[in-house]
Antibody
Framework: EVQLVESGGGLVQPGGSLRLSCAASGFTFSTYSMNWVRQAPGKGLEWISYINSRSTTMYYADSVKGRFTISRDNAKNSLYLQMSSLRAEDTAVYYC???????????????WGQGTMVTVSS | QSALTQPPSASGSPGQSVTISCTGTSSDVGGYNYVSWYQQHPGKAPKLLIYEVSKRPSGVPDRFSGSKSGNTASLTVSGLQAEDEADYYCSSYAGSRVFGGGTKLTVL
């Protein structure tokens, strides 16, 4: 079964850091580009970051640029999101999502994890 | 404020058809054929319904169809069923990836 499972969410104080992980299974992880998408409570979806299969190209939304870093370890079938300088407005469910093709940000997101909740509050 | 504009709500009776619009600009929806649609049930992850304006992934019923005219994309759900009650989001390539604010579909 094709599956993505996020972990690492929790409660963090403003200005703090957190690292999210996404474990992939059921497909050849190393051949797919990946994304992080978040959803604030009661709000819509927001794309925040992209990484290609070989980690040579990364993109970020303006809202997280300079604070978040996407990375991956193909040997471990894992995707990561290092988040720093966290703000209250970063409170959201964070989803990892597989890109359906090789067209970079033109691709749809065809497989999603169940999400992990990040709460930024003092 | 979302980059793409969707109506907050839509509704229809079982068996009817409903269309949800997604309005952008020539820099996103109107400029590229990379519009996708996602279905999200409460507390669940989004699910891909439509990609590249009108293509359906394997396993998605043909009751779901997509189209585009100018700067507006549309998702049509035909033969409404109770399980179609969910939130629906459009998304477009725009240099980055942007989403609409979502439409809550109610099956009456």
């Amino acid at each position: 079964e094709v599956q993505l499972v996020e972990s690492g969410g929790g409660l963090v104080q403003p200005g703090g850091s957190l690292r999210l992980s996404c474990a992939a299974s059921g497909f050849t992880f190393s051949t797919y580009s990946m994304n992080w998408v978040r959803q604030a409570p009661g709000k819509g979806l927001e794309w925040i970051s992209y990484i290609n299969s070989r980690s040579t190209t990364m993109y970020y939304a303006d809202s997280v640029k300079g604070r978040f870093t996407i990375s991956r370890d193909n040997a471990k079938n894992s995707l990561y999101l290092q988040m720093s300088s966290l703000r209250a407005e970063d409170t959201a469910v964070y989803y990892c999502a597989r890109a359906s093709g090789n067209a970079m940000l033109r691709d749809a997101f065809d497989i999603w994890g169940q999400g992990t909740m990040v709460t930024v509050s003092s | 404020q979302s980059a793409l504009t969707q109506p907050p709500s839509a509704s229809g009776s079982p068996g009817q058809s409903v269309t949800i619009s997604c309005t952008g600009t020539s820099s996103d929806v109107g400029g590229y054929n990379y519009v996708s649609w996602y279905q999200q049930h409460p507390g669940k992850a989004p699910k891909l319904l439509i990609y590249e304006v009108s293509k359906r992934p394997s396993g998605v019923p043909d009751r779901f169809s997509g189209s585009k005219s100018g700067n507006t994309a549309s998702l049509t759900v035909s033969g409404l069923q109770a399980e179609d009650e969910a939130d629906y989001y459009c998304s477009s390539y725009a240099g980055s990836r942007v989403f609409g604010g979502g439409t809550k579909l109610t099956v009456l």
